[in-house]
């Protein structure tokens, strides 16, 4: 359908600049003769929900960041596709539950790969959130920055690496715990 080609153009243009252009400037990235063509796209797309009008400004919807969720790949032997209608699905949507009490941040070095956290991952970490003994957290422990996993013994909480050439790290004066990381994201192509 048109509308899908001119979607993937709007979407392509929004990760580039971070915003839609004019009207007439719409109609050269759109590839459109004329602004009404135009409006009558906007207003398409509006009724499908991928985008608003704010302030007299075309801006997009969630539904204009989702994608589509074509069902589950077997890491095995092969299935049959599935051939159902696809859900749509935001990757906040998926990842994060609390939106305004998470931030993301960038792994450095391997001291959690034994828990599948890798350098250059981006972890979602849920601040304020409830920790226990065995949550992998993002602390702050004798005032540097770390994500380990939260561990309790006889001698109090301290933090552990997941991958055994790491020592676990007890605190000497302080033991911020800033939030629980509630998901990984992993880039395998770029």
Avoid at 48 to 56: K, N, P
Avoid at 64 to 79: D, E, I, M, N, T
Avoid at 168 to 173: A, G, L, V
Wanted: with cysteine; charged share 25%; aromatic share 6%.
């Amino acid at each position: 359908m048109a509308d899908d080609k001119h979607l993937a153009t709007l979407r392509d243009y929004y990760k580039r600049v971070g915003a839609f252009p004019s009207m007439p400037r719409l109609c050269e990235v759109l590839g459109l003769s004329s602004t009404s063509s135009v409006f009558a796209l906007i207003g398409r797309l509006g009724s499908a929900g991928y985008l608003e009008r704010v302030d007299g400004r075309v801006v997009p919807t969630k539904r204009f960041f989702a994608r589509p969720l074509l069902g589950s790949v077997r890491a095995g032997v092969p299935q049959p596709a599935d051939q159902s209608e696809p859900d749509v699905v935001t990757l906040d949507d998926y990842l994060i539950d609390a939106p305004n009490r998470t931030s993301l941040h960038k792994v450095r070095g391997d001291s959690m790969s034994g828990a599948g956290i890798f350098e250059g991952d981006l972890v979602a970490v849920e601040h304020n959130a409830p920790t226990a003994p065995g949550d992998i957290v993002v602390a702050v422990v004798d005032g540097e920055l770390t994500v380990k996993t939260l561990r309790r013994d006889d001698e109090g909480f301290f933090l552990e690496a997941a991958n055994p050439a790491y020592e676990p790290i007890r605190p000497k004066t302080s033991l911020e715990i800033m939030g629980a990381v509630v998901s990984v994201c992993r880039r395998v192509r770029r």
